[in-house]
């Protein structure tokens, strides 16, 4: 779990993957809110579809990002070709992990954590050296491209989810969770009583994306997740 600072909020993300449609709204609303390019391969959260094989292989495509849907069937041959038995969608996005080795790496504190505990990227101090990109275990940072849409105006910089950190200051969701249909997406403060994640948790068996990678991610998930398992 992240730190708790008496105080301060504890922002919770809760991904469910027992909701999730793979439709792309999550996708198109926060390249919308926040700049993103719309080039195929740079994303601040895309969706994952994983198919669950009769020998348990897992096979993972996410066309684009998952940002026009899902078609009917894969990419890889492979999985053409596999007996499926299962199969579920699976929305990524920055773990906000709380040991994060993206602000350990940054050589110019570039990279760094609010008082909130959400990790951001400052543009003006960033040098586009890619150690944060390549220290991240869930390939979810990159370097924004040249062209007529970016973030912070500045190419080559380093960029990420932030959960739509300029909405949730002021008291609103960040644009993925505010756009699902089905609410596959949740957020919002755990450390008050009245919030509605309280609602969303009560009851519900969570996991982490990849615990063993040590970082102590932040993001919980309701449902099967990567390795195509239930959570514990």
């Not at 609010?114 to 150690?131: F, K, P, Q, S």
């Not at 380093?158 to 609103?172: E, L, M, P, Q």
């Amino acid at each position: 779990d992240a730190p708790v600072v008496a105080g301060r909020p504890q922002w919770t993300y809760v991904a469910d993957t027992t909701r999730c449609i793979g439709c792309g709204l999550c996708v198109v609303a926060c390249k919308e809110e926040n700049g993103v390019t719309e080039e195929a391969g740079f994303a601040r959260t895309w969706i994952e579809r994983h198919l669950v094989a009769v020998d348990g292989r897992v096979y993972i495509d996410s066309p684009e990002g998952g940002i026009h849907g899902f078609p009917a069937e894969p990419a890889s041959a492979d999985a053409r070709n596999a007996s499926i038995v299962d199969a579920f969608f699976e929305p990524r996005l920055c773990m906000q992990c709380a040991d994060s080795p993206c602000t350990e790496v940054c050589p110019v504190a570039a990279t760094y954590r609010t008082a909130e505990g959400v990790v951001l990227v400052d543009a003006n101090r960033c040098i586009g050296c890619g150690y944060c990109v390549v220290s991240c275990p869930y390939g979810a940072r990159y370097l924004v491209p040249a062209g007529e849409r970016s973030p912070s105006g500045v190419a080559g910089v380093a960029d990420k989810c932030t959960w739509c950190y300029h909405r949730i200051v002021a008291g609103s969701l960040p644009a993925c969770v505010e756009v699902c249909p089905t609410g596959a997406r949740s957020f919002g403060d755990r450390a008050d009583p009245a919030s509605s994640i309280h609602a969303v948790l009560e009851g519900q068996t969570t996991s982490l994306l990849h615990p063993e990678f040590g970082t102590r991610p932040v993001v919980l998930y309701i449902g099967r997740t990567t390795d195509g398992k239930e959570p514990a």
